[in-house]
């Protein structure tokens, strides 16, 4: 128990060098092991929100050829590297369950000399 409290931040912070809690103290064994989520990747493509008008940037990681993350592009003008909900939403356009991977396709019939439906 003892060195359960000698390790926990808040402890760390009060009694420690470090009053405003931005170095060693905001750290724990396993922060320190944490890899980044797109270290893997094979690229990272520039790409522009399909949602609104606004066209806010982003950050596509690919690894092997399927899209991981979506994140704001920061070199963007238009949104300085962050992105609303919907286009923060927007990886499931790529990899949700209910993406179609088939075109559809309208069929034009010609029913008299003038008129034409979809079949």
């Not at 008008?53 to 993350?69: A, I, L, R």
Request: proline share 7%; net charge positive.
């Amino acid at each position: 128990m003892r060195t359960f409290i000698t390790e926990w931040p808040v402890f760390c912070q009060v009694t420690g060098k470090d009053p405003l809690g931005l170095g060693a103290a905001s750290t724990s064994r396993h922060s320190q092991t944490l890899t980044p989520r797109v270290r893997s990747v094979n690229k990272v493509v520039k790409s522009v929100c399909p949602y609104c008008e606004v066209g806010c940037g982003q950050d596509v990681y690919v690894e092997d050829g399927t899209v991981t993350q979506v994140e704001g592009d920061p070199d963007s003008p238009v949104s300085r590297g962050r992105l609303c909900p919907k286009g923060s939403a927007s990886l499931h356009l790529a990899t949700g369950w209910s993406r179609r991977y088939e075109v559809l396709q309208a069929v034009l019939v010609q029913v008299g000399p003038w008129r034409l439906t979809r079949e």
